[in-house]
């Protein structure tokens, strides 16, 4: 079964990468869209923040498709709309015609092409003692996806301009369909009693462990999409060269990687929920200290390496809890349920990082919400008691 579920891991590992690494990169068209075209800040990070609305609302579905069917169709759906929405981002040349592009089609494409869906196969293939892990793994290779493409993008951007970089963008996103050839996923079986849609969502719902994971990942998506989308132009207005607000997501990206795979590790050694919340507070710790100490250029690539440690963390240790709660027959729409409210974060923080900065000239607002929301999540994650559901202990004692 390991050998199977190393090639699934291994296709996993590269969807992820390509679908995280190029949209990791949107932060670097703000300057060079919005100043050609002469919009404010906030017309960018709304399409952006559209984008992480409509992910989080097509999650569930996409990922209860993917339950029942496998997911072989929700990635290749997904990856070709991904896609498109690059190719239509490249001739955007308004807020509606970027909001569909960027927001709308490559939004429903992410909620094909990552973590909910992507992790349900890793979470279906991988033997429960390895599961852990394996999310750890393929949530790294996410990661050094969010590294190597940065400077890619950078560079195409500098070499071809942005309208063509996004072109190139979509013919490597397109590479996400072949790929899905690698992802056996087969749902499972169904039981003597098989449980149905209506069931799963009514027996999470009635669960208070659920709920405080999802509000919990509503502080993680608030802070990465506000930092990835507004970072570089902060550190512009700061007075550090372009090139370093580049340099500081690399560096997110490449530190992700040992992040995300140090939480699986320990997420399958030690209790997750108290784990999340050790996270949380540690990045209110590094956000406090990168704001209110004085900013230089290795103070910046600090904060990136202290954040990438703890940037995706949180998804190996919040999607193995739900595996741990509920099974992994639902993962897939259970996971993407709770990844609404990640996403709900996500467009909270990267539309209200543009319009507060249009409206005041700063970010230092939304620096302190990013604070004090991650005193709160650690807070609601303390309290999750990882523990199967009756179904599951009675299914087990039987």
């Known amino acids: 079964m390991w050998r199977t579920s190393g090639w699934v891991l291994l296709g996993a590992s590269l969807i992820l990468a390509l679908s995280l690494g190029v949209r990791h990169g949107f932060g670097l068209f703000l300057a060079p869209m919005s100043g050609e075209f002469g919009w404010g800040r906030e017309v960018f990070a709304f399409a952006i923040a559209l984008q992480n609305l409509i992910w989080g609302l097509t ?10 069917y496998g997911a072989a169709r929700a990635v290749v759906v997904g990856g070709l709309l991904y896609a498109l929405g690059l190719v239509l981002m490249a001739l955007a040349d308004s807020l509606w015609t970027l909001s569909l592009s960027a927001g709308l089609l490559i939004g429903i494409g992410l909620s094909g092409t990552s973590f909910s869906v992507i992790l349900g196969v890793v979470g279906r293939a991988a033997p429960a003692e390895k599961r ?57 079986p169904p039981q003597t009693h098989e449980q149905s849609l209506g069931e799963a969502l009514r027996e999470a719902a009635g669960h208070g462990g659920f709920w405080l994971l999802a509000l919990g990942f509503f502080v993680c998506g608030f802070q990465v999409v506000f930092i990835g989308v507004h970072l570089p132009a902060y550190l512009v207005d700061r007075h550090l060269p372009a090139q370093i607000g580049t340099t500081v997501l690399a560096l997110v990206g490449l530190f992700n990687v040992f992040g995300t795979y140090l939480a699986g590790w320990l997420g399958g050694r030690y209790a997750k929920p108290p784990l999340l919340s050790a996270l949380y507070l540690l990045r209110a710790v590094v956000i406090l200290a990168f704001v209110y100490l004085p900013l230089s250029e290795w103070s910046a690539y600090a904060f990136g390496m202290a954040m990438g440690l703890l940037w995706l963390s949180t998804v190996p240790l919040t999607n193995g809890i739900v595996a741990t709660l509920f099974g992994v027959r639902n993962l897939s729409m259970l996971g993407g349920i709770v990844f609404l409210f990640h996403q709900l974060g996500a467009f909270l923080g990267g539309w209200l990082g543009g319009w507060l900065y249009d409206r005041t000239g700063s970010y230092e607002l939304v620096w302190q919400i990013s604070i004090a929301l991650s005193l709160v999540a650690a807070l609601l994650n303390w309290p999750v008691r990882e523990q199967p559901v009756a179904r599951l202990r009675a299914a087990e004692a039987g």
């Not at 999650?59 to 029942?68: E, I, K, V, Y």
């Not at 970089?165 to 087969?186: E, F, N």
């Open 59 to 68: 999650q569930p579905f996409t990922g209860a498709l993917a339950d029942r």
């Open 132 to 188: 852990s892990m394996a999310m750890g793994i393929a949530a790294a290779a996410g990661s050094f996806g969010q590294f190597a493409m940065l400077p890619g993008t950078l560079g195409l951007i500098g070499w071809l301009g942005w309208s063509s970089a996004l072109l190139a963008l979509g013919l490597l996103v397109a590479l996400i369909v072949p790929l899905v050839g690698l992802l056996k996923d087969r749902p499972q």
